[in-house]
């Protein structure tokens, strides 16, 4: 099982980034896709998580109204639209995937996300 993470990079605050995610190696279509992210000296924290099966959407308080997970499913691709991001928005950000989107079973490697202020 793989899931390969792009898309970080280092915009100015108020700015947006898209993160994309492919996962493979297994059928995803019954599981959840998550978003979870990692700053310096925090714990790792839940963003936004998918199901595959009805689309339904999940997100973390932190980036409500501002973050939009979202799935193409002829690509296999989950997305994670980040939009008017915030310094405190740095971290490292982690595709995962599992039966759950809060507590998902694998992993994919981080992309780093810098927002300058």
């Known amino acids: 099982v793989q899931l390969q993470a792009s898309g970080g990079g280092l915009v100015q605050a108020g700015g947006s980034l898209r993160l994309s995610c492919v996962p493979s190696g297994r059928t995803f279509s019954s599981y959840a896709m998550a978003w979870f992210r990692q700053a310096p000296g925090k714990e790792r924290e839940f963003v936004a998580g998918?199901?595959?099966?009805?689309?339904?959407?999940y997100y973390g308080d932190s980036v409500k109204g501002r973050f939009t997970v979202s799935s193409d499913n002829a690509k296999k691709t989950v997305y994670l639209q980040m939009n008017s991001l915030k310094p405190e928005d740095t971290a490292v950000y982690y595709c995962?995937?599992?039966?759950?989107?809060?507590?998902?079973?694998?992993w994919g490697q981080g992309t780093q996300v810098t927002v300058s202020s």
């Open positions: 995962a995937a599992g039966y759950g989107c809060y507590d998902p079973g694998y």
């Open positions: 998918l199901y595959w099966s009805d689309s339904s959407t």
